[in-house]
């Protein structure tokens, strides 16, 4: 920048009333004294070295923690077989259907399963899609700089996503096995599609604001919003296909004899072979110490259906979390989770730990936030979901190390991660465990008025 714009820049400024002061910047002196902090010892010119031409986890990866990695757990649910949700965010939607299917092979027998992930996403794409303008309408009347309206607009849809989104989609559409509705390249890969039916939903979220403002009818303006829905059902069917009304099962046991074969709806397979009540039997635990302990929260239009329920959760303290989690593995029944997964994983060994990395000894710098701060300065949140499957134990009953059912296909563990207790409680953020397995002075938290949370808060 030359002389003559900075001082058109510093001119504006003052007569703008903002105070123009030299103090906050780097000056001269400034800059001479960074340069001398930098000794480049034949250390740092070493470091500097690798580093230039190295990745930098590879040479903070701490060896020693390599050694010994024990993959035994004293409690461990069965399961079989690990899903890839590939490139796409439906990280959450695998989590549920693989909790589902563990629970339906164990109770029926079935020594294979695997639930079609593009059936459910199909419809969580057109609900959402409906959420989106149907919320356009509601707030019609507000300003477009309007915090909520903006909000709506920066995030008309996505293909991530929560729990609600799970009990919401299975309860009202149900699911079907794997080979009823396959996978295809724009469900594995969800980018295009997303970015697309994201500008459609802008454009058509502007001329129902348009509408409403030029007085059109409420009649006038459901009908448009369902013209648009069909629009969007075209984009979703031509491709991810359409989604089955009926299709067929064969139920065979583990010798692979035939057990059945009937034709079912994707309701009726879901009531005969899951039967959950996902909305009333489960409950959401959140781990957030920015926020107060034993108290119900609250996200506004934080849900994938318009008449689904908002993402409601029971703020907790660490250790009662591993409690519930503990008494559900033991008792065979896996759980929704949900973590900062690529905090300190080491995914050639599928091991999550605090001590994975040393970057403190490698810049001879010091990381040292605690959870709290990390998730005030949006450095920390929760961005992926899992099964957690298994804990171990020791002699005095304390989880050392616990293990999840990742969606990313085989690798390390067998497509398992294994997170020690260290990193659980420093990057674990939401489990759901069935009501059966909390307290009753977590039960009651439920009875509270819940907090009311925004859409935009940081932690969502």
């Known amino acids: 920048m030359n002389n003559f714009i900075l001082s058109v820049m510093t001119c504006a400024l003052a007569a703008s009333g903002w105070a123009v002061t030299p103090d906050g910047g780097i000056d001269n002196a400034m800059m001479e004294r960074l340069r001398a902090s930098y000794k480049n010892t ?10 230039r031409s190295t990745d930098i986890d590879v040479l903070a990866t701490a060896a020693d923690n390599k050694n010994g990695l024990d993959d035994n757990f004293t409690h461990k649910v069965k399961s079989k077989g690990i899903t890839n949700q590939k490139s796409s965010g439906r990280c959450w939607l695998f989590t549920g259907l693989n909790v589902l299917r563990a629970q339906i092979m164990k109770e029926h027998g079935i020594p294979e399963l695997e639930l079609s992930q593009n059936y459910n996403f199909f419809y969580d794409q057109l609900e959402k899609s409906n959420l989106f303008l149907q919320s356009i309408i509601d707030t019609s009347k507000l300003p477009m700089d ?21 009990s919401d989609n299975f309860s009202k559409y149900g699911v079907v096995p794997k080979g009823a509705m396959v996978e295809t390249h724009s469900s594995s890969a969800t980018t295009k599609l997303r970015k697309l039916i994201t500008r459609k939903l802008r454009e058509d979220g502007l001329k129902l604001r348009r509408m409403a403002a ?46 059945s074969k009937k034709t079912y709806t994707p309701q009726q397979f879901y009531k ?32 994938h259906i318009y008449d689904g329920g908002n993402w409601k959760f029971v703020n907790l303290p660490i250790e009662d979390i591993k409690e519930m989690a503990i008494a559900s593995i033991k008792s065979d029944d896996m759980m929704y989770f949900s973590c900062d997964v690529n905090k300190n994983l080491n995914r050639e060994l599928g091991l999550l730990d605090p ?11 010091t990381f040292g936030m605690d959870k709290a701060d990390r998730i005030r300065t949006f450095d920390s949140g929760s961005t992926h979901a899992m099964t957690l499957m298994a804990v171990d134990l020791d002699a005095n009953g304390k989880p050392t190390k616990w293990m999840v059912e990742n969606s990313w296909g085989p690798g390390a563990n067998n497509g398992h991660l294994i997170m020690t207790d260290r990193w659980f409680d420093e990057y674990m953020f939401r489990l759901v465990v069935n009501k059966k397995y909390a307290p009753a002075k977590v039960l009651d938290i439920l009875k509270q008025k819940p907090v009311a949370l925004p859409a935009w808060d940081p932690m969502f």
């Open 146 to 166: 309007n915090q909520t309206v903006e909000w709506l607009f920066k995030h008309p849809i996505g293909d991530g996503g929560q729990y609600t989104g799970i």
């Open 272 to 303: 005969e072979f899951a039967g959950n009540n996902l909305k009333d039997d489960y409950i959401m635990l959140m781990n957030d110490p920015t926020r107060e302990y034993y108290k119900l929260y609250e996200i506004d239009l934080d849900r």
């Open 355 to 365: 001590d994975n990395f040393d970057y403190d000894s490698l810049f001879g710098v």
């Open 214 to 259: 030029d007085k059109a009818s409420a009649k006038a303006i459901k009908a448009e919003k369902e013209t648009m829905l069909s629009e969007i059902y075209r984009m979703l069917a031509l491709t991810l296909g359409v989604p089955p009304t009926e299709f067929t099962y064969t139920l065979k046991d583990k010798s692979g004899n035939v057990v």
């Open 42 to 51: 034949p250390a740092d010119k070493a470091i500097s070295n690798a580093l």
